[in-house]
């Protein structure tokens, strides 16, 4: 998800030009480093919240 979200907003900001691969890339380690952390801790959190939404007994 972040590979495509990082190339399709960086393709909408810069166009394809010569400097396109670099800046997806940086793009992409910025977002990869920010949003694994991201979904690893708040995993578990949306899942016990959606849960007691829907009323389910989580296991």
């Known amino acids: ?3 495509i979200m990082t190339f399709v907003i960086t ?3 810069m166009g394809w030009g010569e400097h ?3 800046a ?3 793009a992409f380690g910025i ?3 920010v949003g694994v ?3 690893f801790f708040l995993a578990p959190i949306a ?3 959606t849960g007691k939404v829907l009323g389910l007994n989580p296991a």
């Open 20 to 22: 396109f691969v670099w």
């Open 1 to 3: 998800m972040i590979f």
């Open 47 to 49: 899942r016990k919240l």
């Open 37 to 39: 952390p991201v979904i």
């Open 31 to 33: 977002a990869y480093a």
């Open 24 to 26: 997806w890339m940086k």
């Open 11 to 13: 393709m909408v900001n």
